[in-house]
């Protein structure tokens, strides 16, 4: 549905509820240069709004924005001909280059096949690709299954036309490591490396970043721009088991998002860190 007519609904729904309910719009997003979708992008095993994105079918291109301030955070192109597509999330850098990647699922109209990619968002290189010949294919998962150390997709297949009954549940494995989607809504965390949030956050020039550590071992913690530069070397070293405060300074950097990348032997984690003067 076009932003125009989301908001003709929105209109009608306050006339109907009355000055009484109180009823106020959040917040109302236009993406520029859209003749195709706009949707949310989540994590697996997370209801949270992390991306707005939005396509633009006719030049094949896709911008991801961040979904509070609604700053277009990254771009790539994606192909144009005789496809729809369908988003379904992303997947915190499962390549561990400090950014997330896409998840696409699109059809093509011309030969009735689907596809399914992983995207790298700050690069838009492809890292992992599949398709079939088929009617009708509809996303219903991404996440760990019981007993399983890697993410699977969960791809529902309908027999007949599209929207024929379903016939099956294809589960693929995307060889992909289940620790990069994080713990689900109400999971405690694994004993491991714990990366917290700046703060404050977001910030002028200056900030702290805490974490802990199991257990003594070589860490890295660097800061990278939105293109995957690395800006900031904070700690490259030796550190003790424990909790560490380690202070950033932003001075020089233009305002803008930023992802620093705590990794060590037991593990990587990343976080965004938003530099507004």
Known sequence: MRTASRFACLMALLAVLGPSAHASIDSLWSSP?????????????????????????????????????????????????????LWYNYIDDANGNGHPEAVVYRYSLATSCYSTTIIDMSSGDLLASWSSASYSYLPRFIAPTPGSATLKFGLERSTGMAGGQPSCLLVYSLGIAAAVAGPGPGTARAPGIALEQSVPNPSSDHAVIEFALPAAG?????VYNQIGQAVRTLVDGQLAAGKHRIPFDGRGLPNGAYFYRLATPDGAEVRKLLLVR
Do not use: E, H, K, W
């Not at 706009?38 to 209801?47: E, I, V, Y």
């Not at 709004?49 to 277009?72: E, M």
């Not at 070589?218 to 660097?222: A, E, N």
């Open 218 to 222: 070589r860490t890295s913690l660097t």
């Open 33 to 85: 240069l859209t003749s195709g979708t706009q949707g949310q992008l989540t994590a697996p095993g997370s209801s949270r709004v992390d991306y707005l994105y939005s396509l633009d079918s006719t030049a094949g291109t896709c911008r991801i924005y961040d979904p509070d301030n609604f700053a277009q955070r990254y771009f790539f192109g994606m192909p144009v001909n005789s496809y729809t597509y």
